[in-house]
């Protein structure tokens, strides 16, 4: 559906009168501080656009792509609105001025609705509806397919006065056959008729037109008068005029006048309708419903600008025009040349119109239920039956549509003016709530001045108790580095003489080992000295034998005599051996027992010595363990002097933060003079306000 109202944003000031002249009031979106068009629910009446003072309201047309693809050598064909008579002075003038600029025919949409009543009484006559809908009006059209769908089966099921002109130049006029068609309408809601047919390419409002004109200061007098091409029309040339239909009708069947209701003005003609269906079963509606959207007809038509216009005034001129028209058909022969003229045209079937059923388009605005409603009224603060004032000026007339609309996301409550009011009220209440605690804002001011004076003075005592302190933890992380530093040597050279003393240790157990070795190696010489003691006895007692054995010899010898003296020489000597021998074994035997004596001393040393060393094997023990002892405790210490190294850096950290600390804490304390000078300020200021929210 094409978009035909447009918002100039920067001009609208949400002021809501748009919606208060809106008879659909779904298509507007007064949501936000903007007021704005819902396009698919917009049937293009244009109510808004005349009751916008700000001017922030209009609608779209084609003029300017008409004059641009005219200017380009489109072929294309004008058909005129009965309401361009209270437009343009001149219609003959008209038609030459669109000659000129390169149209190459002007139909008059008058006989368009001659045809059209011809379409209405053959419908009636064949098919004996109980109601038909006239739907000349495009606005009337779009409100029954989105929001009266069940109407739809009663519109006249015939093409508007426009759509048969159309039809009537594609059938009848071969040589136009091809060429576009421009409509000079009175309405902008024309543009979705034509867009939905296909019939007419472009439609051009007579105030668009006439604009353009006047910009370019083109007068109709200016261009000669050319007589429309096509048939002429008789009455229908009232077609434009509330009752129009109606009295065409009258010159075919005058017996149906009184079965005709006719009804214009948005004010009442959809509320009528929205009633229509009820009147049929209870059998009192009419037969034929001659409805136009604009309360002066399509003569006071949006794309006419002639909404400031008299009534009277307008129809005047259509009326004037209707009787030199009346009058040219009776001077024709018997006053048949438009019953030729309609007979010639008309065929049955080609102008039969349908409509779409578009009512999913509105589907979502179903009306909410009793609680979903309440709801919205409590967000509107309206919680009692006499919140409920239907003031009219959110625009909708009636509380319980604001909050419709309010629920379906098309308005706010901040339009409501009871809201406002309520709102005020309790602004008033909050702004006599910020008086009195203003005043008590300048009583705490007062006490936070003097409380902050006394904070400043206990601070600043702490800065210089806290600056004290730093140069303490200084001094004392000084001291405490340089004992770190003495623990840490000592544990170093501890460390140090441990080693000394495991290898004191092993040294012992190596002398232990070796005495304990001396020991067995010196009672082996001992066991030994014994053995070569009782050698010596034996020696001494084989020499003793030895020199018995010698003595005998010689005594034999001598015995002997002579011959026996040889033998006496060598018992001499045996006896000299023996005794030597005697003499070394004794000298052996005092020697191996002095040796004896010397190894037993010795013995008797060295088991003394070993006991010495096992005591003091045993007190290196003693002092390996305890300079373990010491060890660990230094060990210990070194770890307790790695965490006090750590507890130091926290000190110094500590001091460097108590330092930046009281750096802040001056500042903060510069601050607080200064917030302390301008409490004052403050203060008098507060007051002053306070004065001005009383007055």
């Known amino acids: 559906m094409a978009d035909l109202i447009t918002v100039d944003k920067e001009k609208c000031n949400g002021c809501h009168l748009c919606i208060s002249v809106c008879p659909i009031k779904s298509c507007i979106d007064g949501s936000s501080e903007k007021v704005l068009v819902v396009d698919r629910l917009c049937i293009g009446c244009g109510r808004c656009i005349p009751a916008c003072t700000q001017g922030a309201r209009s609608y779209s047309d084609d003029t300017e792509q008409f004059f641009s693809d005219l200017a380009a050598g489109e072929e294309i064909v004008a058909i005129v609105a009965p309401a361009a008579a209270t437009v343009f002075n001149d219609l003959q003038r008209l038609n030459g001025y669109l000659k000129q600029a390169g149209v190459k025919a002007v139909f008059d949409v008058s006989f368009g609705a001659e045809l059209t009543v011809k379409s209405y009484l053959d419908h009636a006559k064949k098919n004996k509806p109980p109601l038909i809908v006239a739907q000349p009006c495009a606005a009337i059209v779009t409100y029954c397919e989105i929001y009266r769908p069940e109407l739809l089966k009663w519109l006249a099921p015939a093409h508007s006065p426009m759509l048969h002109t159309a039809v009537m130049i594609k059938k009848f006029f071969p040589k136009y056959s091809k060429c576009k068609i421009a ?14 047919t296909g019939l007419v390419q472009y439609n051009v409002t007579m105030l668009r037109l006439s604009e ?12 000669p008068p050319v007589n429309y091409d096509g048939p002429q029309a008789e009455r229908a040339v009232l077609f434009s005029s509330p009752g129009g239909l109606r009295d065409t009708i009258a010159r075919e069947a005058p017996d149906a006048i009184p079965l005709v209701r006719k009804i214009e003005g948005t004010d009442v003609v959809y509320k009528y309708l929205n009633e229509l269906p009820d009147m049929l079963k209870e059998n009192v509606a009419p037969f034929i419903v001659d409805c136009l959207n604009c309360e002066a007809g399509c003569n006071g038509g949006p794309g006419t600008g002639n909404h400031d216009e008299p009534v009277d005034r307008l129809e005047a001129k259509i009326s004037k025009r ?26 049955d079937g080609i102008y039969t119109r349908t409509y779409r059923n578009l009512g999913k388009l509105a589907e979502h605005l179903k ?9 919205v009224f409590k967000t509107m603060k309206k919680t009692k039956p006499e919140d409920i004032r239907n003031c009219s000026a959110c625009g909708y007339g009636r509380c319980h549509l604001m909050a419709e609309m309010i629920f379906h996301g098309l308005n706010r409550k901040e339009n409501c003016f009871y809201y406002l009011m309520e709102k005020s009220a309790e602004d008033e209440k909050i702004r006599s709530q ?73 040294l012992s157990d190596q002398a232990k080992r070796d005495m304990q070795a001396l020991l067995i190696a010196f009672g082996g010489v001992e066991s030994t000295t014994q053995e070569i003691a009782g050698i010596a006895d034996v020696i001494d007692d084989v020499a003793t034998s030895t020199n018995l054995l010698a003595m005998n010899a010689a005594i034999e010898a001598a015995h002997a005599g002579a011959s026996g003296r040889g033998f006496a020489v060598v018992a001499g000597e045996i006896r000299s051996l023996a005794v030597t021998t005697s003499d070394n ?11 004896v004596k010397q190894i037993n001393a010795s013995v008797d040393l060295l088991n003394k010595a070993d006991g010495v060393m096992s005591r003091m094997i045993d ?30 850096q926290s000190m110094n950290e500590s001091s460097e933060t108590l330092r930046g600390s009281s750096k802040d804490i001056i500042e903060t304390l510069e601050t607080i003079g200064r917030l302390i000078a301008s409490l004052d300020d403050v203060a008098d200021d507060s007051k002053s306000k306070t004065s001005a929210l009383l007055d």
């Open 183 to 196: 409509a000079i309408s009175p309405c902008a809601a024309k543009k979705r008729e034509f867009d939905e």
């Open 212 to 223: 353009r004109m006047a910009a370019a200061r083109e007068r109709l007098s200016a261009y």
């Open 322 to 347: 209707a009787k030199l028209h009346i009058q040219h058909n009776k001077r024709s022969l018997f006053g048949g040349a438009l019953k030729r003229a309609i007979k010639k045209y008309w065929r």
């Open 367 to 375: 009306k909410p239920t009793e609680a979903e409603l309440q709801a």
């Open 434 to 506: 910020a008086i009195d605690m203003a005043n008590r804002l300048v009583f705490q001011i007062e006490k936070s001045k003097e409380t902050l004076l006394s904070m400043q003075d206990k601070v600043s005592g702490y800065i210089r108790r806290t600056s004290n302190q730093g140069e303490l933890i200084d001094r004392s992380s000084e001291s405490m580095s340089g004992l770190i530093n003495q623990i840490q040597a000592v544990c170093i050279s501890a460390g140090q003489k441990r080693q000394v003393i495991d290898m004191l240790a092993e």
């Open 585 to 595: 074994a004794n000298n052996i035997s005092a020697n191996i027992k002095s040796i």
């Open 619 to 648: 007190g290196v023990s003693n002092v390996e363990a305890s300079f373990s002892e010491i060890i660990q405790s230094h060990s210990v210490m070194t770890d307790s002097t790695k965490e006090l190294t750590h507890d130091l």
